[in-house]
């Protein structure tokens, strides 16, 4: 019995490795990507998305352009930290052909209110950008509040942030978008970066796709590397960079990957603690907890279990290394 995913990605290098690990997964079905702004702009990120489903051969997964900026403003521009730790294109400027498939032309919140209609708890969305798109969606139907089952990347409740001290880098794009849907969805695990930052890509994993000499392992390694590189740079004490996106796609398959807190959540709206993620004070003795937060991760597990889905997926794709020539006859 598969489990019916939908993600919405703002694509993104780790963007990229967390579709690469549900594409992977026998366990999910992929019903639909929406696309969101964030690493980069909405267009950018869903044509990187089109590529990658190309890539490995899952055109027939529809893509849906998401809203284009946050709630409170009119327009998006890409920060400078996002160009840095995935690149201007957002896939670590490596290059992918431009995707023959193109998105639909429906909109993102109708499908996912509509997705949730048909599927109810079958159904787990996994939004790994800015909380934009889904907290349209609750506001435009109740239903979808209610009966969501959602599985995000995004916040940090027990370390710090890490685009600002209090605030993760989703969180910080929408704060009023993240603080609606912790306050009115019913269902919602939480993937900050209290257990995303435990769990490490290095260079030594990557070398496992290069080594394959497919399309699909040879974008893989270029796009991680690129994004270790940066971590170098802006979290040199780690030793690798963050699998946050991934991390949050896993646990849609498999929620015993971690341990939660239930908790009712807020997101801090004014003053030096805007976008900071925390227990909502009002909700406290409420004995309904709408917000399940993963505060341990079994990291062991998690990372073989993301080399194994990630590798076979690559190994599948088509050759890159020309084949050994024949041995000439003497
Ligand atoms: C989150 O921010 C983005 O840069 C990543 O794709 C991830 O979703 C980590 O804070
Ligand atoms: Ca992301």
Not at 247 to 273: F, H, M, Q, Y
Not at 278 to 290: A, F, M, Q, S, Y
Request: aromatic residues 6%.
């Amino acid at each position: 019995m598969t489990t019916k995913v939908i993600l919405d990605l703002d694509t993104g290098i780790d963007d990229a490795l967390a579709l690469a690990y549900a594409l992977g997964s026998p366990e999910l079905e992929v019903i639909g990507i929406t696309g969101t702004y964030g690493n980069v702009l909405v267009e950018t990120g869903v044509r990187n998305t089109l590529a990658i489903l190309e890539l490995f051969g899952r055109s027939d997964i529809p893509v849906y352009a998401g809203l284009p900026h946050a709630r409170r403003r009119d327009s998006f521009e890409v920060l400078e930290i996002s160009e840095f730790i995935h690149g201007i294109n957002g896939i670590g400027e490596t290059v992918l052909p431009e995707p023959v498939v193109q998105a639909e032309e429906g909109d993102a919140v109708e499908f996912l209110v509509a997705a949730v209609r048909e599927h109810g708890e079958d159904l787990v969305i996994v939004p790994t950008g800015p909380s934009t798109t889904i907290a349209a969606a609750i506001e435009a139907d109740d239903h979808f509040a209610e009966h969501a089952r959602i599985v995000m990347m995004g916040g940090a409740l027990a370390v710090p942030g890490n685009v600002r001290p209090w605030a993760e880098a989703n969180v910080n794009q929408d704060p009023e978008a993240t603080d609606l849907l912790f306050r009115r969805a019913q269902d919602v695990t939480m993937i900050g970066l209290d257990v995303t930052l435990q769990t490490l890509l290095t260079t030594e994993e990557t070398a496992v796709w290069r080594e394959l000499g497919t399309a699909g392992g040879d974008f893989l390694a270029d796009a991680a590397d690129y994004y270790i590189r940066a971590y170098e740079t802006t979290a040199p004490n780690l030793g690798g960079c963050g699998l946050h996106d991934p991390l949050a796609v896993a646990v849609a398959v498999d929620p015993s990957l971690v341990t939660c807190l239930d908790i009712n959540l807020k997101v801090d709206l004014a003053g030096e603690t805007r976008g900071r993620t925390i227990g909502d004070h009002d909700r406290l003795n409420d004995p309904v907890k709408t917000a399940h937060v993963a505060v341990a991760v079994d990291v062991e597990r998690f990372l073989a279990e993301f080399m194994q889905r990630l590798t076979s997926l690559a190994e599948k794709t088509r050759a890159t290394e020309p084949a050994a020539a024949p041995m000439a006859r003497r």
